[in-house]
């Protein structure tokens, strides 16, 4: 598992997640992808019960949130059941490929565990 | 100047055995008999895209159609703005004097054309194809996201969302072809089916079959005069993780161009036609644009604030949410009821008077924006 990748600009610092050849804040081509430390902020969330393609469906739904990560974009991603808007949250990109997030401090629980 | 001419808008609901070509061509025909223009006179036109016939040329395609012979002729496809989006740029062309009336339409049979799922599956890619399809959000998961966040911000409840659903299916119920027009209490909105938490299935419009169509002329063609008075639009972003932190953002832009260039400000609308995808789509356009305060827009729907005889009458033909929604035509809709009721013509559904009136539309998640200001001088 790893941290979500971002893309950060040399000149200015601002970062931000979706591919761009330039800096949406200054304008600056000197961009550098970076891993995010995954440490973030719930901004929204939802449970979609009715998924956009039925293979995708199941019991109970998914989670679905927008997380403020603490270099500051907002990223995508799944969910754990029952997080809250404003609740600290640690995410991290699975082998599928999905950044997924769960309560700041569970995952150390799961690496204990496991 | 620019005057809105002509209107026709198609029953909505089913249409089987009708692709977008025929559904628009009807709707196209009866905006030139309201506007009482030989099609010879027609000079532009923008026609919306169709789901379910994705041609790359439907603006040549709807002309041939309809043997109009153009000076410009073009497909839109801003999303749900696209009806007013497209209204705006024939003001536009009409400002440049390089046309004098220009057809805008919009339709496809959204319902019949296609399955449910196939129609979810294409909604759902107006959003990321890495970072937001492969996740499983659909359009309500994005606008759902929205709406949690808007709950969170303003204290307002589900049932506050709800109260804008049930008054939709009421002013639909006055309206002859309505998609949806059993009445709907808020507490059956509220057991729905859940669909992405908090949107339940009738905080959701329909997928509908339909067309409509607006003329915009350079000077009035009929008795009563319904100028487009001022217009404004943004594009604040495409993707709700790149929306801006303010919910209303790109809203309020436009709407402050379009009330700058009318002359006029929000206090003087008495009649308002905008866009409701989803229950929140409207709680935000009414809150930020300053026709409901702060999480209020289900109160004062409520109260009676949005109602035919209240301050300020809203979607009289009940809306996407129940009028119906086939795509492009589903806000051009909109703007045929205002127009409709500015003109004194609405029958049963006529408000006390309306001489200026506010439609506002938006593509994507809060997307793109496109709002106008019209006012009656005849």
Same mark, same amino acid.
């Given at each position: 598992?790893?941290?979500?990748?971002?893309?950060?600009?040399?000149?200015?610092?601002?970062?931000?997640?979706?591919?761009?050849?330039?800096?949406?804040?200054?304008?600056?081509?000197?961009?550098?992808?970076?891993?995010?430390?995954?440490?973030?902020?719930?901004?929204?969330?939802?449970?979609?019960?009715?998924?956009?393609?039925?293979?995708?469906?199941?019991?109970?739904?998914?989670?679905?949130?927008?997380?403020?990560?603490?270099?500051?974009?907002?990223?995508?991603?799944?969910?754990?059941?029952?997080?809250?808007?404003?609740?600290?949250?640690?995410?991290?990109?699975?082998?599928?490929?999905?950044?997924?997030?769960?309560?700041?401090?569970?995952?150390?629980?799961?690496?204990?565990?496991? | 100047?620019?005057?809105?001419?002509?209107?026709?808008?198609?029953?909505?609901?089913?249409?089987?055995?009708?692709?977008?070509?025929?559904?628009?061509?009807?709707?196209?025909?009866?905006?030139?008999?309201?506007?009482?223009?030989?099609?010879?006179?027609?000079?532009?036109?923008?026609?919306?895209?169709?789901?379910?016939?994705?041609?790359?040329?439907?603006?040549?395609?709807?002309?041939?159609?309809?043997?109009?012979?153009?000076?410009? &002729?073009?497909?839109?496809?801003?999303?749900?703005? %696209? +009806? *007013? #989006? $497209? =209204?705006? !740029? @024939?003001?536009?062309?009409? /400002?440049?004097?390089?046309?004098?009336?220009?057809?805008?339409?919009?339709?496809?049979?959204?319902?019949?054309?296609?399955?449910?799922?196939?129609?979810?599956?294409?909604?759902?890619?107006?959003?990321?194809?890495?970072?937001?399809?492969?996740?499983?959000?659909?359009?309500?998961?994005?606008?759902?996201?929205?709406?949690?966040?808007?709950?969170?911000?303003?204290?307002?409840?589900?049932?506050?969302?709800?109260?804008?659903?049930?008054?939709?299916?009421?002013?639909?119920?006055?309206?002859?072809?309505?998609?949806?027009?059993?009445?709907?209490?808020?507490?059956?909105?509220?057991?729905?089916?859940?669909?992405?938490?908090?949107?339940?299935?009738?905080?959701?419009?329909?997928?509908?079959?339909?067309? &409509?169509?607006?003329?915009?002329?350079?000077?009035? %063609? +009929? *008795? #009563? $005069? =319904?100028? !487009? @008075?001022?217009?404004?639009? /943004?594009?604040?972003?495409?993707?709700?993780?790149?929306?801006?932190?303010?919910?209303?953002?790109?809203?309020?832009?436009?709407?402050?161009?379009?009330?700058?260039?009318?002359?006029?400000?929000?206090?003087?609308?008495?009649?308002?036609?905008?866009?409701?995808?989803?229950?929140?789509?409207?709680?935000?356009?009414?809150?930020?644009?300053?026709?409901?305060?702060?999480?209020?827009?289900?109160?004062?729907?409520?109260?009676?604030?949005?109602?035919?005889?209240?301050?300020?009458?809203?979607?009289?033909?009940?809306?996407?949410?129940?009028?119906?929604?086939?795509?492009?035509?589903?806000?051009?809709?909109?703007?045929?009821?205002?127009?409709?009721?500015?003109?004194?013509?609405?029958?049963?559904?006529?408000?006390?008077?309306?001489?200026?009136?506010?439609?506002?539309?938006?593509?994507?998640?809060?997307?793109?924006?496109?709002?106008?200001?019209?006012?009656?001088?005849?």
């Amino acid at each position: 598992m790893s941290g979500p990748m971002l893309q950060s600009c040399r000149t200015c610092r601002h970062g931000w997640q979706f591919q761009r050849a330039a800096c949406p804040a200054c304008g600056a081509q000197d961009i550098v992808a970076a891993e995010s430390g995954g440490g973030g902020t719930v901004w929204s969330v939802t449970t979609v019960l009715r998924a956009p393609l039925p293979e995708l469906d199941m019991p109970g739904g998914y989670g679905i949130a927008l997380v403020t990560l603490d270099e500051g974009p907002r990223i995508m991603c799944r969910s754990a059941p029952g997080l809250a808007i404003g609740e600290r949250v640690q995410v991290a990109v699975e082998a599928d490929g999905m950044p997924r997030a769960v309560p700041a401090g569970s995952e150390l629980e799961d690496a204990g565990s496991g | 100047m620019a005057y809105l001419s002509g209107i026709a808008v198609t029953a909505f609901g089913k249409h089987p055995g009708r692709g977008p070509v025929a559904l628009m061509e009807e709707a196209a025909l009866a905006a030139l008999a309201d506007a009482g223009l030989p099609r010879q006179a027609v000079d532009g036109l923008i026609a919306g895209y169709a789901t379910t016939y994705p041609h790359l040329m439907m603006g040549t395609v709807m002309a041939e159609r309809l043997s109009l012979r153009l000076r410009h &002729a073009h497909q839109a496809q801003v999303g749900g703005a %696209t +009806g *007013a #989006a $497209a =209204i705006i !740029l @024939a003001r536009h062309l009409i /400002a440049a004097g390089a046309c004098r009336h220009v057809l805008v339409v919009g339709g496809e049979n959204r319902l019949t054309g296609q399955s449910r799922d196939d129609a979810l599956k294409i909604l759902a890619g107006v959003g990321h194809p890495v970072h937001e399809v492969p996740l499983g959000a659909s359009i309500p998961a994005y606008y759902a996201l929205v709406a949690a966040r808007y709950l969170h911000e303003t204290g307002a409840s589900e049932a506050d969302l709800a109260e804008l659903a049930v008054l939709m299916r009421r002013h639909a119920a006055a309206h002859p072809g309505a998609q949806l027009t059993k009445p709907l209490t808020v507490a059956e909105v509220l057991a729905s089916k859940p669909i992405a938490t908090p949107l339940k299935f009738l905080d959701c419009c329909p997928i509908s079959d339909g067309a &409509a169509a607006v003329i915009v002329s350079a000077e009035p %063609t +009929g *008795a #009563a $005069a =319904i100028r !487009l @008075a001022g217009w404004g639009e /943004a594009h604040t972003h495409q993707h709700v993780s790149e929306m801006p932190d303010d919910l209303g953002l790109g809203a309020k832009i436009a709407a402050a161009q379009a009330f700058a260039t009318a002359g006029r400000q929000a206090e003087d609308m008495r009649l308002l036609g905008l866009y409701d995808s989803f229950t929140p789509t409207l709680a935000i356009f009414l809150e930020v644009l300053g026709f409901a305060k702060p999480g209020e827009a289900g109160a004062a729907a409520r109260e009676g604030r949005f109602s035919r005889d209240g301050a300020l009458p809203l979607n009289l033909h009940g809306g996407l949410m129940s009028y119906g929604h086939p795509g492009v035509a589903g806000f051009l809709a909109h703007v045929v009821e205002v127009v409709r009721q500015m003109r004194g013509a609405a029958g049963q559904r006529q408000v006390r008077d309306a001489p200026l009136a506010y439609c506002h539309a938006d593509g994507g998640v809060f997307s793109s924006h496109a709002g106008f200001v019209l006012e009656r001088v005849a």
